[in-house]
């Protein structure tokens, strides 16, 4: 029974201790990431046609995940901004 809970012990300790060895592997060794131009239908789909910027692992880049929220905020404040505006006339013509 507690040769059990000492290995199970041991066990967390060494998981901690070789994430932190990636961690730490991780910050000195980063990934180098280039921008690319979209090919396939899906990343086409994921840049919004090459709006947003797309690196070489098929993810989008930091600036592309910022330029991309950024307009998908935009577009909400002019699709709030229209119903606003049509709720407003759609009062004044009622009354």
Request: no cysteine.
């Amino acid at each position: 029974m507690f040769e059990n809970l000492k290995e199970k012990r041991h066990q967390r300790q060494r998981i901690r201790e070789r994430e932190r060895v990636e961690k730490e592997y991780a910050k000195t060794h980063p990934t180098r990431i280039e921008v690319v131009q979209p090919e396939t239908r899906s990343e086409m789909r994921l840049t919004h046609k090459g709006k947003f910027e797309m690196g070489s692992d098929g993810e989008l880049t930091t600036k592309g995940r910022t330029d991309r929220l950024s307009y998908r905020y935009n577009m909400a404040i002019w699709v709030l901004v229209l119903l606003i505006i049509a709720v407003y006339l759609f009062f004044f013509f009622v009354n």
